[in-house]
């Protein structure tokens, strides 16, 4: 059996989780999330029982009371809605998709047609198309850049969600620059660095194993690129939240599993699906480590600066 490293928690999901912990201990329950705080049911689950009330919208949050951002971030309008509320809020957006607003904001001043790479109804692509929707047009693949139109092929600009699959957004982006020669994106890769080296890690795991497992919600994006990813490389691959969902039939004829976990599912899930197999007589459990990762983000302003207050 083989772990992929790394895997799991990305520094943005871990500073996300924090917060609402954090916001928890200060405020006491309950404390509001607008949307899931990040992807992943269990992790919801906990903070939940914690005190967490997940709400879909901000107009569900009494007035005047504390409200937590997920890490996909959100639009203008919905802080905007949230001050008209007087609600106190707490933005745990991850800075990387902070990035790409700011890079949408900064097209958008110049007057560009920024053309958007990621899957539609996804809330950090909401969030993100919230920036400068006159400016912004979604497309999900190469067919999408074929079938684009544009007021001015000399003033495009691409910008992307951070949990894509690296390989399919290169052909993308690809594909743009062919149909639009002129066209300008980001200094640096929108795609994330977690999203980035899982997708390797990945790739490595997929050529050594019969099977990957991938730990991770139906609604993690990121997660299920993983799962394509495997398949590509050559390894049958099965999403699920944890170990109760492995069925019998993967494991038929199965000489090497590998096991990973999208970026917003928690170790001890992985731990558990370990221990699963231990049960089931698996002594050789062994890392495969593809890339280190030493990424770590400071907590928002508004959790940050009373403890260092009260600790004066």
């Not at 049911?41 to 997920?70: I, N």
């Not at 699959?165 to 062919?178: G, Q």
């Amino acid at each position: 059996m083989l772990l992929a490293a790394p895997r799991g928690y990305c520094a943005g999901v871990d500073r996300a989780v924090q917060t609402v912990e954090r916001a928890l201990e200060r405020h006491g329950a309950p404390v509001y999330v607008r949307k899931e705080i990040v992807h992943n049911k269990h992790v919801v689950e906990q903070l939940r029982d914690r005190g967490a009330v997940f709400v879909d919208s901000e107009a569900e949050v009494p007035e005047g009371e504390t409200v937590v951002f997920s890490a996909h971030g959100v639009s203008p309008a919905v802080h905007a809605r949230a001050a008209a509320r007087r609600l106190q809020t707490i933005d745990a957006t991850c800075p990387l998709v902070t990035k790409v607003h700011v890079e949408a904001k900064k097209f958008a001043a110049d007057d560009y047609t920024i053309v958007l790479i990621g899957h539609a109804g996804h809330e950090e692509v909401e969030g993100t198309m919230g920036e400068a929707p006159d400016h912004i047009v979604l497309i999900e693949n190469e067919a999408d850049v074929d079938a684009l139109e544009v007021r001015d092929p000399a003033k495009v600009a691409y910008i992307s969600q951070t949990t894509l699959s690296v390989d399919e957004t290169r052909a993308i982006i690809n594909r743009l620059r062919e149909r639009f020669p002129a066209i300008i994106g980001p200094r640096t890769d929108d795609i994330c660095y977690a999203t980035t080296n899982r997708q390797a890690a990945v790739k490595q795991l997929a050529r050594q194993c019969d099977l990957v497992l991938v730990i991770g919600s139906r609604n993690s994006s990121n997660s299920n690129r993983l799962v394509e990813v495997a398949r590509e490389h050559g390894a049958d691959s099965h999403l699920i939240d944890n170990e109760l969902q492995v069925d019998e039939e993967w494991l038929s004829s199965k000489r090497v599993v590998g096991i990973t976990s999208g970026a917003s599912a928690p170790e001890e899930l992985v731990q558990r699906l370990v221990e699963f197999f231990r049960a089931r007589g698996a002594t050789d459990v062994r890392e495969l480590e593809v890339v280190q990762e030493d990424v770590r983000f400071m907590l928002p302003k508004a959790i940050r600066q009373p403890t260092a207050a009260a600790s004066a």
